[in-house]
């Protein structure tokens, strides 16, 4: 089904602190118009926690300050559902499944939007995101974040940290790790980038709230952002654009 586009939609951007109903119509619009552009394009969505899974997950360790990871995790995998139904909702006619919450089984997918949440405790949505690629039969995934680029360490804490335009699996998994930490956070979730690295699928990161990089991006035109994929890119222009 490579008419499917999956997209790893970060809470941050749904819900930063409430949920964003003006950012979310905006990205549903934008949605709209290119399944309209493009009469065989179907999308999944994959959304995150954002602050409903931090606010709820902290409610819980203020409650029990040594809960364990595993019931932070189904916290966070609620939140991930709530959020999902709402961008469900969002949708309308275009989402006639319910609600993915297994990506290994997705009974059918008839409508041009699917959408979906959490699924098990140990990892986040994008992880859920490059498993439903793989059900779909997609090689792509692209990951939609409150950041434009991938940096070579954390830029709050590394003042040498530059951004990325294109990265290798093996210099990702360098960067981001391989054990899934439960609140800790990671350009993509380690878990993740050890299957999409198995699979040689591409993952394209980039700022969902930046709608114009993301016509660009659906587009197959320049844009900002950063590429993993097995092997490295060429080198970005000076405006570190890619693609
Ligand atoms: P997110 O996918 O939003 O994770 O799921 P995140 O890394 O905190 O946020 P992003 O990727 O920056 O948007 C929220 C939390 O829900 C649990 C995890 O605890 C995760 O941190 N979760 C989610 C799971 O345990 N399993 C899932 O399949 C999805």
Same mark, same amino acid.
């Given at each position: 089904m490579s008419n499917v586009t999956v997209v790893s939609l970060g809470g941050s951007i749904v819900? +930063?602190?409430? @949920?964003d109903t003006a950012f979310t119509a905006q990205f549903v619009a934008a949605i709209r118009s290119r399944l309209a552009q493009e009469p065989q394009r179907r999308f999944a969505l994959i959304v995150g926690g954002g602050a409903t899974a931090r606010r709820y997950q902290e409610a819980a360790r203020s409650l029990l300050p040594d809960v364990d990871a595993y019931t932070l995790d189904e916290i966070g995998i609620a939140a991930t559902r709530v959020n999902a139904h709402v961008i469900r909702a969002a949708f309308g006619d275009l989402c006639r499944d319910p609600?993915?919450?297994? +990506?290994?089984? @997705?009974?059918?997918?008839?409508?041009r939007i699917l959408v979906g949440g959490g699924w098990k405790p140990g990892f986040s949505t994008d992880n859920v995101a490059v498993r439903l690629a793989e059900t779909l039969g997609a090689r792509t995934v692209i990951n939609l974040s409150n950041i434009r680029q991938i940096y070579t360490a954390d830029p709050k804490t590394d003042p040498d940290a530059t951004p990325l335009s294109s990265v290798t699996w093996d210099e990702l998994r360098e960067i981001v790790g391989d054990e899934w930490v439960p609140g800790k956070n990671t350009p993509f979730d380690p878990v993740a980038t050890k299957r999409a690295a198995e699979l040689a699928m591409t993952v394209i990161a980039a700022d969902g709230r930046d709608l114009f990089n993301l016509a660009a991006l659906l587009d197959g035109s320049s844009f900002v952002g950063t590429t993993i994929s097995g092997t490295r890119a060429p080198k970005p222009d000076r405006h570190g654009r890619s693609g």
């Open positions: 819900v +930063p602190d409430e @949920v609600l993915v919450t297994d +990506p290994t089984r @997705v009974a059918s997918f008839t409508g």
